[in-house]
């Protein structure tokens, strides 16, 4: 998983956030904050994880995929919300099975409902707004039947 900070991110922080001491808002728009999972809002890397990561990258490339490095992982991240955020900003949900799972399409869905038009509008992401990533947390899922 990428952390990533886009200013559609930042738009949708809500009020009572510490963060809102250091950002301005510019929107008039009073509806429920932009939030389509309950998810955490992470802003800066996590030092354990960082060396968790380090140590998951040693293990990625010296028994699973030598040629995995962090570089392409974070542009991939990228691109992958570039995708699916307009996916869901144009409410095709019907695509979004080639990327994430059941759970997250539904999860979605039921608050993308709930959202105003305004902020349906807002939910797609371009690469150039992304203004910070890192990678937040590399985790290896084995195929229990076959080992890999």
Do not use: W
Request: include cysteine.
């Amino acid at each position: 998983m990428a952390s990533i900070i886009s200013q559609s991110f930042l738009r949708s922080i809500p009020k009572y956030s510490p963060l809102m001491k250091i950002i301005r808002f510019m929107s008039t728009d009073h509806h429920r904050p932009l939030m389509l999972m309950n998810l955490p809002h992470v802003a800066a890397p996590n030092l354990g994880l960082m060396m968790k990561n380090f140590f998951s990258r040693i293990i990625i490339n010296g028994y699973f995929d030598s040629t995995f490095a962090i570089k392409p992982f974070c542009q991939g991240a990228r691109q992958a919300l570039t995708v699916v955020s307009h996916l869901v900003g144009n409410g095709q949900f019907d695509d979004l099975p080639k990327f994430v799972t059941q759970e997250v399409i539904h999860e979605v869905k039921q608050n993308y409902d709930q959202l105003s038009f305004k902020q349906r509008q807002q939910i797609p992401v371009e690469d150039n707004e992304i203004i910070f990533s890192h990678p937040y947390s590399i985790n290896m899922m084995m195929n229990e039947q076959t080992s890999k």
